[in-house]
């Protein structure tokens, strides 16, 4: 199995070079590359999914619907679809970029730090499409209203980057209404 590797940027969001992610994360964790998604049904339903108890960082938090860390020289679309599937096993959807500048530097309980750009997708799907949790990733997966979303951001027990992304979410209006930022604010290491 290959080793999976962060890419790892500067000040300027410039690609810098490479690390295991498995040995990437810990107090002194480097800024690198992620993204997270939000994947919206067609109702307007939201799919929030509480974290694998057994995750390096930040396990058992409930968050949005799927995360991850492009690979070097993987596109932004193609590693979300990649996640959606391994986490998921939603094998399509209809993606948008809504936060393309997201960044966030956050401490866990065990001093683990999260330094990220993590850019924020959408991810429309038809309402009772296809989901089959993976049990390594994702401790359980439940379809929310927008509002019970709301109240999760002001509740300790939700990760630090979803209480944040929902701060710029919430004026935005309800998931299907979020605007198409476009991909011209990605960061420079991170095409669509």
């Given at each position: 199995?290959a ?11 410039e690609?810098?070079?490479t ?5 990437s994360?810990?107090?002194?964790t480097?800024y690198?590359?992620?993204f997270?998604c ?8 939201v799919?929030?999914t509480r974290r694998?108890l057994?995750k390096r960082t930040?396990?058992g938090v ?15 679309r193609?590693?979300v679809l990649?996640?959606?599937?391994d ?9 948008t ?7 966030y530097r ?5 001093g683990t ?12 799907v038809?309402?009772g499409g296809?989901?089959?949790?993976n049990?390594a990733e994702?401790e ?13 951001a ?7 980057w ?5 701060a710029?979410l919430?004026?935005?209006g309800?998931p ?10 990605l960061?420079p290491?991170?095409?669509w």
């Amino acid at each position: 199995m290959a080793v999976e590797e962060i890419v790892l940027l500067n000040a300027d969001d410039e690609a810098v070079g490479t690390a295991p992610k498995s040995s990437s994360h810990h107090e002194h964790t480097p800024y690198h590359l992620a993204f997270s998604c939000y994947v919206v049904d067609t109702e307007g339903r939201v799919l929030i999914t509480r974290r694998a108890l057994d995750k390096r960082t930040f396990p058992g938090v409930w968050t949005g619907s799927c995360c991850g860390h492009p690979g070097p020289g993987e596109k932004l679309r193609d590693a979300v679809l990649r996640r959606l599937r391994d986490e998921l096993g939603m094998p399509e959807a209809a993606l948008t970029s809504v936060l393309p500048r997201f960044q966030y530097r956050a401490v866990a309980a065990d001093g683990t730090v999260e330094h990220e750009r993590c850019p924020v997708v959408r991810a429309v799907v038809a309402a009772g499409g296809p989901l089959r949790p993976n049990p390594a990733e994702v401790e359980s997966a439940e379809w929310w209203t927008w509002e019970r979303c709301l109240d999760l951001a002001g509740r300790p027990e939700s990760s630090p980057w979803y209480r944040l992304q929902l701060a710029e979410l919430a004026p935005l209006g309800a998931p299907l209404d979020w605007p198409d930022a476009g991909p011209s604010d990605l960061p420079p290491a991170l095409p669509w």
